[in-house]
């Protein structure tokens, strides 16, 4: 197409095309042409982006101002192709006067808005808009009949304009508009616009803005929106100095298990299914902490409830009247989570038996920005998932607890390497008071120096997980300890480890018991091991299985179930599980005067014996409990009446002085 034109015009043609191809903006110019016969010829060219599909395309409009011939000819001629041009456009095209009146419009106008453009021509341009959109944007309109197309940049107007139009049906169709230069015609003047329909791009623009802001799953709001919902309300707070919210923590409880034996799909259900009864109780919970809203209206974030990840949900209530809302909506949460769940089409769906933990902090109480709060309700959740089913309030004094326990974490991840841990032995004696075996107790002296009790550090070192690294480091040490007492003189005492839950479900756990034997060389028959009765019913299947693959690999391995007559096993588990012995929680024998207890140590005796199992009392102190517990037939104990823990050294000493 250049080749029609004089070389010094070519440029700045190709500037202007490419500018009409990129933008949305019509593009004239002045430049010299050049005919059949080599001659040059003046022309006013008019280039009109057009979008047709994903190529975008340029119509051409030109005039020859100084042509001699018939001028009224050379009107008509532009007119005509202006007109078949704005009829092939699919988009509608206006033009309008400075009254806003409607000068032009093409075919497509009815497209959009319903009208035939013979309805059109002559009216307002107000019909086509919605009275409150039109009434805040007639100032904006009118700048484009003042402003040129190249100083809009100056005057920071847009080339388009997005707006709400409406349609004959008064329908709301959101639009761009795409404006020319204005004109002076027959001393008005006169402005063209091209309208684009942008439904289709809004929807897609609001899709992809849902998509990042939500999760996939349960369509709820995910973190990133929870913290701009978060941020937003902060700093709403900060403003109405008056108002309160709260921020609410929940995690699943027994979620994983549901997960581990039903399935990923299935666990999946459950989760849309939790998520669809925290929105309706949000929503019917709305009048307990719309009341009393002290906020602007419109300035109160409407989305409430987020996935955080996993089972993790978080709430934002932003309109609580009273503090103690918050623990309404709380226990209306959990009412609904644990009830029955029915899947369609899932037959265990009636074994799905989930419950919820939350953690209530409150707004500005307890953080006044998004780090701290989430911390505070994050305290008190991980409090309220010590009993599951129910909702715990932060407190400063669960704060501390918080602390020092991730003080207790650090200092424990550090224990191992620092040879901070010791292991101690207490005695286990017959009648007689002779040392049949021990066990073995873990011990860890801090960096302080301080003595930690196992009651404090085993709970965090199985939650972390450094129960099996420092497992590990038990039952090894023990057994060495064992193999050389047993090589010295003592070929019968055995010796009690204590295995926790987390070490029984463990995948390898039987290939690692065989492995420490094997590397230690110690007689198998002279280990005991020691698994709480909890631990136990935690997960009885997995525990039978692995206890069973013990008892194939060595036989000779006794196992004892501790803390007895704490973890409400029942007899139907007890004799299917391969136990040899049964060690009385020493809760019982401590208080043996005191309440059913007496009672309960006899069951637990008579019990054993029924089941041919041996039975060892614990925490025996006195010597009335000794006598007692004999009378009953308890034929071995351990308590500080007979020795207190002590290391292995002493224990050398002791089984040695005893010979
Ligand atoms: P446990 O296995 O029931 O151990 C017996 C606990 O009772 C020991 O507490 C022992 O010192 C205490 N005890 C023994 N006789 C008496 C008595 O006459 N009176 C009183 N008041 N207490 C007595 P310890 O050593 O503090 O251990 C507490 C718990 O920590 C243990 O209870 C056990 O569950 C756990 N634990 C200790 N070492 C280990 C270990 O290596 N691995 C695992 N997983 N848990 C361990
Ligand atoms: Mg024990
Ligand atoms: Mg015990």
Request: include cysteine; hydrophobic fraction near 40%; charged fraction near 25%.
């Amino acid at each position: 197409m250049v080749d029609f034109f004089e070389p010094s015009s070519r440029e700045e043609l190709g500037r202007r095309l490419k500018a009409a191809c990129i933008g949305t903006v019509p593009q004239s110019m002045s430049l010299q042409a050049v005919d059949r016969d080599g001659r040059l010829v003046a022309l006013e060219l008019r280039l009109v982006p057009h979008r047709r599909g994903r190529q975008p395309s340029v119509f051409g409009l030109a005039a020859n101002p100084g042509a001699t011939g018939n001028a009224v000819e050379e009107l008509e001629i532009l007119r005509d192709s202006y007109t078949t041009l704005s009829e092939t456009m699919s988009d509608p095209i206006l033009q309008i006067n400075e009254n806003f009146r409607i000068l032009f419009a093409n075919t497509a106008v009815q497209n959009v808005f319903g009208y035939p453009r013979e309805e059109l021509v002559g009216k307002d341009l107000s019909m086509l808009f919605p009275p409150s959109v039109y009434e805040r944007y007639s100032g904006l309109l009118r700048k484009y009949f003042i402003v040129d197309v190249a100083d809009r940049k100056a005057s920071r107007l847009e080339h388009s304009l997005e707006m709400l139009g409406q349609n004959k049906n008064r329908e709301v169709v959101p639009l761009e508009l795409t404006f020319g230069n204005s004109k002076s015609h027959r001393g008005e003047r006169v402005l063209t616009c091209i309208v684009r329909d942008i439904t289709q791009r809004k929807m897609a623009e609001r899709r992809l803005r849902f998509l990042a802001y939500h999760d996939k799953l349960t369509e709820l709001g995910n973190r990133d929106l929870f913290y701009v919902t978060l941020g937003q309300f902060l700093q709403s707070v900060k403003r109405y100095h008056d108002s309160q919210g709260a921020l609410l923590f929940l995690d699943l409880d027994g979620f994983k298990k549901v997960n581990d034996t039903l399935g990923h799909a299935i666990g999946d259900r459950v989760l849309c299914e939790c998520a669809r009864r925290l929105s309706s109780c949000l929503r019917e919970s709305d009048q307990v902490y719309r009341f009393g809203s002290e906020l602007e209206p419109g300035t109160a974030p409407q989305e409430d409830l987020f996935r955080f990840g996993g089972d993790e949900f978080v709430i934002l209530l932003t309109r609580l009247a009273r503090p103690t809302d918050a623990a309404v909506v709380s226990q209306k949460i959990i009412e609904a989570i644990r009830r029955p769940f029915h899947l369609p089409g899932v037959e265990d769906s009636s074994k799905v038996a989930v419950g919820v933990s939350i953690g209530i902090a409150l707004i500005p109480e307890d953080g006044t920005d998004p780090m701290s709060l989430i911390r505070s309700a994050d305290v008190a959740m991980y409090k309220a998932k010590e009993q599951h089913n129910r909702y715990v309030y932060f407190t400063a004094e669960l704060n501390e607890k918080a602390r020092e326990r991730v003080t207790l974490e650090s200092g424990l991840r550090g224990a191992l390497d620092k040879r901070q841990l010791d292991l101690y032995y207490q005695p286990i004696v017959n009648g007689f008071g002779h040392i049949e075996g021990a066990e073995a107790l873990l011990r860890w002296r801090n960096s302080s120096g301080e003595q930690v009790p196992p009651s404090h550090f085993i709970p965090v070192a199985e939650d972390t997980g450094l129960i099996l690294p420092i497992g590990d480091w038990v039952l090894e040490r023990a057994c060495r300890d064992l193999r050389s007492w047993n090589e010295n003189g003592h070929a019968e005492l055995y010796i009690s480890v204590n295995l926790s839950s987390r070490q029984m479900v463990r995948e390898d756990m039987v290939h690692r018991l065989l492995e420490v034997i094997r590397d230690t060389g110690v007689n198998p028959s002279n280990l005991k091991i020691e698994i709480t009765e909890t631990s136990l019913m935690h997960d009885p299947q997995a525990a039978r299985r692995q206890l069973e693959e013990i008892k194939t690999r060595h036989p000779g391995i006794r196992i004892a179930i501790d803390d007895f007559g704490t973890g409400y096993s029942s007899l139907a588990y007890l004799s299917d599980f391969p136990v040899d012995l049964l060690k009385i929680d020493r809760r019982f024998v401590i208080n043996l005067d005191k309440g059913q207890n007496a009672r309960i140590v006899n069951s637990i005796i008579a019990l054993a014996r029924n089941l041919k199992m041996d039975v060892v009392a614990e925490g025996v102190e006195t010597v009335d409990q000794f006598r007692y517990l004999s009378a009953q037939d308890c034929r071995t104990f351990q308590g500080f009446y007979f020795a207190k823990p002590m290391n292995s050294v002493e224990l050398s000493g002791l089984l040695a002085s005893k010979k």
